[in-house]
């Protein structure tokens, strides 16, 4: 089963910071799209950043650009979103997905909407406090 593995979750202070990491071991091919959502409690699931290797052209949405970045370390098929400034409103379960092996987006398709994205982890959770 290709699913990405999420972990490092946990608590911080406001102004604090956390690394999220996804573990994309299982995968045989190299995803189109990579993000990372949120889901906060009581709001609909936002992207918060995409990836598109093949490029490198990297999306941030307004709320976190400046303060998170993505990265990925391929020798370990792992995905990083280093979360730097948290605010409160960063707590969230925050998801890692990727598109499915052949999948092609297009021009209309947003790296930053859900619906482009078929693999999704089971979450880790991020709390801020303050």
């Known amino acids: 089963l290709v699913q990405p593995k999420e972990s490092g979750g946990g608590s911080a202070p406001t102004g604090g910071s956390l690394r999220l990491s996804c573990d994309l071991s299982?995968?045989?091919?190299?995803?189109?799209?990579m993000a990372w959502f949120r889901h906060p409690p009581g709001k609909q699931r936002e992207g918060v950043v995409a990836?598109?290797?093949?490029?490198?052209?990297?999306l941030y949405s307004d709320a976190v650009k400046d303060r998170f970045t993505i990265s990925e370390d391929n020798a370990k098929n792992t995905l990083y979103l280093q979360m730097n400034n948290l605010k409160p409103e960063d707590s969230a379960r925050y998801y890692c997905?990727?598109?499915?092996?052949?999948?092609?987006?297009?021009?209309?398709?947003?790296?930053?909407?859900?619906?482009?994205?078929?693999?999704w982890g089971q979450g880790t959770q991020v709390v801020v406090f303050s």
């Open positions: 997905a990727t598109t499915r092996q052949y999948d092609t987006p297009t021009a209309d398709d947003d790296p930053l909407d859900q619906w482009s994205y078929a693999y």
């Open positions: 299982a995968y045989t091919y190299r995803p189109t799209y």
């Open positions: 990836l598109l290797p093949a490029s490198g052209r990297i």
